[in-house]
């Protein structure tokens, strides 16, 4: 029972689980170092007793922003990526709490807008709300910004994806968004969730993963296409300048192969949330290699199949959503 109830638990987690021309960075090698250190608030051992903003925002350049979730608001502590471009402002992701007296991510979206406006003057900015994929840790504050204005929000399910992003091949193919001056490369990449997607910012040399690939134990739904994806992944990273692959948790601790459980929400001593391209290759390799769905360790990540009762309780609560 223990057992089942765990699994129960480690589904329902899985499910719940500039307006100036951006010129490239010359300084983008010491601004990774410095994503790589750094340490995001990362919860409490009595959060009652938590003074930690709700969401902790890290300013990577003037167009580029991460943040994250407080673990005492949700043990998930999802991150979200806020990249601007002369005409539009992409949310890569809306966090695991709906309400926005708790959780204002709207509103802290809002001021960074209107710091860059007042910056260089351009207020004409449109919001367009994305997602990784449709896990409802990453969009429960899609509500925050439903009904505001200049806001565009392509919900995280296959009609909706496939009719903004024109993918005429799902999982084939990619998709291009323009932000204004900052053209964004965007992929299906399924296994994790149905309909996983990837981004790519030619500006940072960031690839986005979001539950498909992060330091976590990252939970694999359908194996096949999870392969494929991680391969697709591999060949774009070989092909293109990819500075940080970046997810959307952080579950690994700091030691080698070490990790947190699920449902923490004190972690002290976390893993960065900075993968490479290195990995995501080490990745692609010991997948081909598999005949058959099997855990995966690396010191950074790990990766396991789902078991068939953790399939039937993901389906059961993606039919809920739907
Ligand atoms: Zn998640
Ligand atoms: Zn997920």
Known sequence: MRQLLLSALL???????????IAASD???????????????HGSEDCASNKDPAIDVYRYDQSSYILRQNK?????APFMYVLFGEEKVLVLDTGATESESEFPLYQTVRSLIDQQSAQDGNTERELLVLHTHGHSD?????????????????????????????????????????????????????????????????????????????PG?????????????IARLAAFSATHEVDAVLGSHIE????AGKYYTIGT???PDEASLVLSPEQLAAL???????????????DGFIVAPMSFFQKKLSNMVRWINN
């Open 217 to 229: 134990y990252i939970y694999v739904k359908v194996w096949k296409d999870y392969r494929n994806s």
């Open 265 to 267: 929400i004190y972690q």
């Open 72 to 76: 005492c608001l949700s043990y998930e």
């Open 138 to 214: 990453h969009f429960k504050g899609d509500s925050q910004f439903a009904g505001k204005p200049n806001v565009t929000i392509v919900n995280p399910d296959a009609d909706s994806i496939v009719q903004f992003f024109g993918f005429s091949n799902w999982p084939e193919g990619e998709a291009r968004v323009e932000l204004g001056g900052r053209a964004l490369t965007v992929f299906p990449t399924p296994g994790h969730q149905e309909e996983a997607l990837s981004v790519y910012d030619p500006h940072t040399k960031w690839l986005l993963t979001g539950d498909t690939f992060y």
């Open 11 to 21: 589904v329902i987690s899985t499910d719940l689980c500039a307006a100036q021309t």
């Open 252 to 255: 690994m601790m700091n030691k």
């Open 27 to 41: 300084q983008s090698f010491s601004s990774i170092v410095q994503l790589q250190q750094k340490k995001w608030i």
């Open 284 to 298: 692609n390799s010991r997948l081909s290699k598999l005949k058959r769905p099997k855990k995966v360790k690396e």
